[in-house]
C-alpha cells in the first residue's frame, strides 16, 4: 500500500466542490470504459489527474461497486506490482430498446456492458398505430426491467431507438415516415406508462447503431465510420472524429431519403425514388419473390434467411435481384463517401444477412464512382449485431449519459475518511 500524500496532492484532491468530484469521477470512469482495466498509476497518467486524487476516485468507486479490482500486474522485470481496476456496476443496469416497423428489439446490460436480457418480438407498428404500440413497447420494457433485476440489476436510464426524426432534447419523435408518427412524445409518455423514475431518452435508429458500432462493433474505434441500417426503411449513422454528426437540429443522416431516381417508386415518405425504395428489404423481396409480397409482421431477419438460403441454393432470379440492390447500395454508398469520407461503411440489418452476395456488388459500384478512387479507402463490412445494434446502441447511450453523470447512481454514504 502506498501512502505518500504529499500537501500537493492533497490540493488536488477532490474537496468540497461536487462538481469537481463529478467531472473527476466521470473522467476515471470513461478511462476505464474505454481501456478495459488499468492501474490507478496508468489512470493518473491519461486523465492528468494526481495518483492520490486516482486513489481516492477509485476507493470511492470501489466502495460504490462501480469499479472492482481485477488483479495484479507486473510492469517490467522489476517494477513494482500494480493493481488494476477495470468498470463494473453490476448492479447498475441500461436498458436500450428499438422499435422498427416490424419488431420491437431489446438489449440490457449493466455498468460494464455485460448483457442481462437481449431480445426482438415480432410487431406491426405501423398496423398498430401509436397508442397500441406504446403500450407494447412499454409492456416490453416491463419485462426487460423485472428480468434485469433477476439478474441483479436495476435499470438506472432506458434509451429508446426510432426510425425517424427526433427531437433528442425533448424526447419527442418528430417525424417516422415508416411507422407514420408524428409529433409523438415518447420519452414523456413511455415514463409515465412505466412509473419509473429513471431518465427516458429516444434518438433515432441508425445514430444509435452507428454508436453501438462505434463502441464494441466489427470496425470499433474507427474514428470514421458510417452505420447503413438495412430494413424496410435505410437510416444512417455518421461519426466524424470519433463523435456521432448530428446536424443543427439531430436530423442528418437522413440517406435512406436521398433521391437517387426522381422517376421512381413512391416512398413511404411521399417522395419517389429514395434510396430506400431501391435498397430496403421491402424492394428486395419483391424483386426476389415477386409471388410473396412483403408482410411487416414477417420477422425481417427471417425473411433474409430464407433468401440467403435461396442464394446459397443459386436461385437465379434471386442472385440478380441481389446484384441489383448491392448495385444501388453502392451508388448510395458512393454518395455518403463523397459527402463524408468514411474509412468503413458498416451495414447492419438484413444487410449483413446478405452480405456475402451484396457487398461485393456494392463494393465494386462503390469504387467506380467515388471521386477519390481507390485513394478514398473505403470498405463496405458487415454488422455483426444483426438487428440487435440500435438496441444495443441505445444501452450504450444510456451507459454513457451514467458515466457522464456518476452522482446520479451514487446513493448518499458517509464521507471517506481523508487518507
Ligand atoms: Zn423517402
Not at 387 to 413: E, K, Q, W, Y
Request: charged share 20%; aromatic share 4%.
Amino acid at each position: 500500500m502506498e501512502h505518500h500524500v504529499t500537501r500537493a496532492a492533497e490540493a488536488a484532491a477532490p474537496t468540497s466542490s461536487p462538481m469537481l468530484r463529478q467531472t473527476n469521477l466521470s473522467l476515471v470512469l470513461r478511462h476505464l470504459r474505454d481501456h478495459v482495466s488499468k492501474s490507478r498509476a496508468d489512470i493518473a497518467e491519461a486523465t492528468g489527474l494526481h495518483r492520490a486524487t486516482v486513489s481516492n476516485l477509485v476507493a470511492e468507486l470501489l466502495e460504490r461497486r462501480l469499479v472492482r479490482e481485477t488483479g495484479i500486474e507486473h510492469v517490467g522485470a522489476i517494477g513494482r506490482p500494480r493493481r488494476s481496476v477495470a468498470l463494473h456496476g453490476a448492479h447498475v443496469g441500461a436498458l436500450g430498446l428499438e422499435i422498427n416497423v416490424d419488431y420491437i428489439s431489446v438489449h440490457g446490460s449493466d455498468l460494464s456492458g455485460r448483457v442481462l436480457v437481449e431480445r426482438r418480438v415480432g410487431f406491426d407498428t405501423m398496423a398498430s398505430g401509436p397508442d397500441r404500440s406504446l403500450r407494447r413497447l412499454s409492456r416490453v420494457a416491463r419485462e426487460a426491467v423485472e428480468a434485469m433485476k433477476r439478474a441483479g440489476a436495476v435499470p438506472a436510464g432506458l434509451g429508446v431507438a426510432v426510425p425517424g426524426l427526433v427531437d433528442v432534447a425533448r424526447g419527442v419523435v418528430t417525424f417516422a415516415p415508416n411507422l407514420d408518427w408524428h409529433d409523438l412524445p415518447l420519452a414523456a409518455r413511455l415514463s409515465t406508462a412505466l412509473g419509473l423514475s429513471v431518465p427516458v431518452m429516444v434518438d433515432n435508429d441508425a445514430n444509435l447503431a452507428a454508436l453501438a458500432e462505434h463502441t464494441s462493433g466489427v470496425a470499433a474505434g474507427t474514428p470514421h465510420l458510417v452505420y447503413l441500417t438495412g430494413e424496410v426503411g435505410v437510416g444512417g449513422g455518421i461519426i466524424i472524429d470519433g463523435k456521432l454528426l448530428r446536424g443543427a437540429d439531430g436530423f442528418s443522416g437522413e440517406v435512406g431519403h436521398l433521391p437517387v431516381d426522381p422517376g421512381g417508386a413512391r416512398c413511404g415518405c411521399g417522395r419517389h425514388g429514395c434510396w430506400e425504395t431501391k435498397v430496403g428489404l421491402a424492394a428486395l423481396v419483391r424483386m426476389a419473390m415477386p409471388e410473396r409480397p412483403y408482410q411487416p409482421v414477417t420477422d425481417p431477419e427471417e425473411r433474409a434467411t430464407e433468401i440467403a438460403r435461396g442464394l446459397a441454393a443459386g436461385d437465379r432470379r434471386m442472385l440478380e435481384a441481389v446484384a441489383e440492390v448491392g448495385r444501388w447500395l453502392g451508388l448510395g454508398g458512393s454518395i455518403v463517401a463523397n459527402l463524408f469520407n468514411p474509412r468503413v461503411i458498416v451495414v447492419g440489418g438484413y444487410f449483413a444477412t446478405l452480405a456475402e452476395w451484396l457487398l461485393p456488388h456494392a463494393q465494386a459500384e462503390l469504387e467506380r464512382l467515388v471521386v477519390a478512387g481507390p485513394a478514398a479507402q473505403c470498405r463496405f463490412t458487415a454488422s455483426n449485431f444483426g438487428f440487435g445494434a440500435a438496441s444495443r446502441g441505445a444501452a450504450s447511450m444510456v451507459i454513457n449519459r451514467l458515466i457522464d453523470h456518476p452522482t446520479t447512481i451514487m446513493d448518499p454514504i458517509p464521507r471517506l475518511a481523508a487518507y
